[in-house]
């Protein structure tokens, strides 16, 4: 594939397409993290928008990837201790396997 061709794209793990642990919509949500580029502000609402689903659902498909081990998240306090940014690290693979 060629650059231009490609920065429409992005790769999603086999593995875990085939884990049947993880629902359909947990899956869609993993591929949106995959495609999120640099900078991009991960948050719940806008997460949410992309896969047009409430800001619950989207917490709950977030919820279900950590716990089945193919991301993490890390939330960053701003300096007056409030919660800021999430930051996610996504496994090609379960981190139970």
């Known amino acids: 594939m060629n650059d231009e061709s ?3 794209y ?3 793990s086999k593995t875990l397409i085939e884990d ?3 629902s359909a919509k947990a899956k869609a949500m993993y591929a949106v993290l995959c495609w999120c580029p640099q900078g991009f502000d991960c948050s719940i609402k806008n997460l949410a928008e992309i896969l ?3 800001n619950e659902t ?3 498909l977030l919820n279900e990837l ?3 081990g ?9 300096s007056n201790g409030k919660y800021g940014v999430t930051e996610y690290r996504v496994f090609p693979r ?3 396997l």
Do not use: H, M, P, W
């Open 58 to 60: 989207a917490t709950q």
């Open 66 to 68: 950590e716990e089945n």
């Open 20 to 22: 049947r642990l993880v």
């Open 6 to 8: 490609s920065a429409d």
């Open 70 to 78: 193919y991301i993490e998240r890390n939330r960053k306090r701003k």
């Open 10 to 12: 992005c790769l999603v």
């Open 94 to 96: 379960s981190t139970f």
């Open 52 to 54: 047009g689903v409430g």
